[in-house]
C-alpha cells in the first residue's frame, strides 16, 4: 500500500511539472521527453532518434508519429511528431488517438488466454463447438471457371490453430475465394479485407457467415494470416457472456487504467483522433473516407467489436499493456495472466511455418527466435503491428517496450523497421 501511494505521489509530481506540461503544447519541434533521469538511453543517441524520425516527415513520407520507450517500466523516450491532421492544421501530442487495427490481436489473445487460465477453455477445444458454422469447414483447392473447388477440412479448427494463424484462415481477398467473400460481406466487401467496423451487427453474426466460406489451407499446415482473432474474439463473447468490448474493458483495459483505449471513439476525443493518410509516389495523400480511409470509429453503428483489429488506443495507452505482459502478465498488482501463459503466448509454437530465417509465432506474437532475424532484437523478443503503420516490441533481455504509432494505409514507408534499429543504437 506504501509503495502504491509513493509511486502515484511520483507520477502526481511529474504530471504536474513544467517538462510534462510542455509535451501538451503544439510547436514545430517534436514535443515530450527528451531524457529522464536514470534513463538507460544516452543522451547523444536520443537526438539520432530525433533526427530519424523526424525525417521521415520532412521528407514527406509520413503526415505524423507517436514513439514511446519503455525501459525496465520506466518512460525514457516519448515525443511526437509532424501532424496529427495536417489539412486542419493539428499538430501531433503524444496523447492523439490512434486506429491500432491488428494490435488489437494481443489483448484479444490474452483475454482468450485468461478463459484457458480459469479452465473455460482449452487450446485443443474446437471453435465449432461455440460457433456452430465452424463444425464443418470446407477448403478451397483451385477454381474452374468461375466455380470455386472446395474440400472438406481433415479435422476441425482448434483454439491453438487460431492463435497461432494455422487455421488456413485468410482475409479472403485470395484471388480463388474473393468472389465468394465479397458476396458475404467479407474480404474485398470488407475494406483491405480485415474491417468490419461499419457493420450493423455483432461480431458473432459476421464470424458465422465467415464459417460457410471455404478456407485457403488445411488447419495446420500453413500460417495463415486472416480473421483467426476475430473468431476468438466472438469466443470471447460465447464463453464469457459478455460483449466483447465490456469483456476487454473490465478485464484488461480498466484494471491496467488504459483510458483511451477502446472500438469507438467518444465524442468528447474525436478532436483527438488522428487522421489517415496513404502512401503514394514516394509521398503520402489523405486517405478517403470509408472502410479503406477513415473508417467508421467516430459515427460508425458501434456494433461489431473484431477483436482482430478494431481498437483505437494511444501509445502511452499501449505501452501499459506491453509492460504488463513484459513483466509475465502483472504489472503495478493488476494481474492479467500467469508468468508461463505469457511465455507460451512469447513463444515459438509453429517451427518454421510463418518463417525459416528465424521468426516465429507463438499465441498471438510473432517471436524472434535469432538474432538478427529481425533487425537488432535480441533472441527472445516479440510484438506485431497494425495496417495502419503502427508497430510494437518487447524485448526481454533488454527490458525494453517500444511502441511506434502512425496513421499511413497503405504504408509505403519503412518506418516501423526503422524504429527498433533508432532505439536500439541508443541504448548505453
Known sequence: MLRTRIGLLVLSAALLSPAFASLQSPADKPQGLSRPAGSGLAPDRVAVIDRGLQRYVDD?????????????GKPVYEKAFGWADKEVG??????????????????TSVAIMQLIEEGRLSLGRRAGDFIPTFATTTV???????TVITEPARRPITIRDLLTHTAGVSYGT???????????GLGPAAGFGWYTADKDEPVCTTMERLGTLPFVAQPGEKWVYGYNTDILGCIVEKVSGMPLDEYLRTRIIAPLGMT???????????????AVYASKDGTYERAPDGARGQG??????RKNFAGGAGLLSTARDYARFLEAIRLGGTVDSVRLLSPRSV??????????????????FGLGFETTDRFGANGMQSEGSFGWGGAYGSVYRIDPDEKLVMVLMIQLIPNGSDIREAFPNLVYQALR
Open 60 to 72: 514527406n513520407r509520413v503526415a505524423g508519429v507517436v514513439a514511446m520507450v519503455l525501459q525496465d
Open 90 to 107: 493539428r499538430r501531433m501530442t503524444t496523447d492523439t488517438i490512434f486506429r491500432i487495427a491488428s494490435q488489437t490481436k494481443a489483448l
Open 140 to 146: 478451397a483447392t483451385g477454381k474452374k471457371g468461375d
Open 174 to 184: 485470395d484471388s480463388v475465394v474473393s468472389d465468394l467473400y465479397a458476396a458475404k
Open 260 to 274: 483511451d483505449t477502446q472500438f469507438f471513439v467518444p465524442a468528447a476525443d474525436r478532436a483527438r483522433l488522428a
Open 296 to 301: 467508421h470509429y467516430a459515427d460508425g453503428p
Open 343 to 360: 511465455r507460451l503466448m512469447a513463444s515459438n509454437q509453429v517451427g518454421t511455418l510463418h518463417s525459416s530465417t528465424g521468426l516465429g
